[in-house]
C-alpha cells in the first residue's frame, strides 16, 4: 500500500520559513518520481517542485529561487525548504509520486504535469500572512 505523509506546514509572516517533508512507503521510493503540488483556495492544482530518481529537479518559476527541494533515499523522505514566503505562497501543499512514468521522455519534457503523478498524500497547510 502506497502511503504518503505530508508535514511541516503552518503560519508564517511574510519573508519567512518552513520546511515540508514528506515520508513516504510502500514502494521502492529511489525508483520514483517524486513532487510537490500546491493548491490554493478556489484555484488549480499547480506543480511547485519535481525531483526524478536520477536526481534531475524542476522548479516552477516563481519559487526557483526561494525554494529547494531535496530528497533523502535512505529516510524514503522528500523534504522542500521553502525561503522568502509570501502570501501568494499560501495553500495546501501536497505530496505526490509517480511509479511509471518518470522514466520516460515524456516525463522529462514535463515533470510537472499532475497526470504523471498516481499517488497523493493528504497534505500540509501552509499560511504567509501578516
Known amino acids: 500500500e502506497v502511503q504518503l505523509q505530508a508535514s511541516g506546514g503552518g503560519l508564517v509572516q511574510p519573508g519567512g520559513s518552513l520546511r515540508l517533508s514528506c515520508l513516504a512507503s510502500?514502494?521502492?521510493?529511489?525508483?520514483?518520481?517524486m513532487a510537490w503540488f500546491r493548491q490554493a483556495p478556489g484555484k488549480e492544482r499547480e506543480g511547485v517542485a519535481s525531483?526524478?530518481?536520477?536526481?534531475?529537479?524542476t522548479y516552477k518559476d516563481s519559487v526557483k529561487d526561494r525554494f529547494t527541494l531535496s530528497r533523502d533515499n535512505a529516510k524514503n523522505t522528500l523534504h522542500l525548504q521553502m525561503n522568502s514566503l509570501n502570501p501568494e505562497d499560501t495553500a495546501v501543499y501536497y505530496c505526490?509520486?509517480?511509479?511509471?512514468?518518470?522514466?520516460?521522455?515524456?516525463?522529462?519534457?514535463?515533470?510537472?504535469?499532475?497526470?504523471?503523478?498516481?499517488?497523493w498524500g493528504q497534505g500540509t497547510h501552509v499560511t504567509v500572512s501578516s
Open positions: 505526490a509520486a509517480d511509479l511509471i512514468s518518470y522514466h520516460t521522455t515524456s516525463y522529462a519534457q514535463e515533470p510537472l504535469r499532475r497526470q504523471w503523478y498516481d499517488y
Open positions: 510502500g514502494f521502492t521510493f529511489d525508483d520514483a518520481g
Open positions: 525531483i526524478s530518481s536520477d536526481g534531475t529537479m
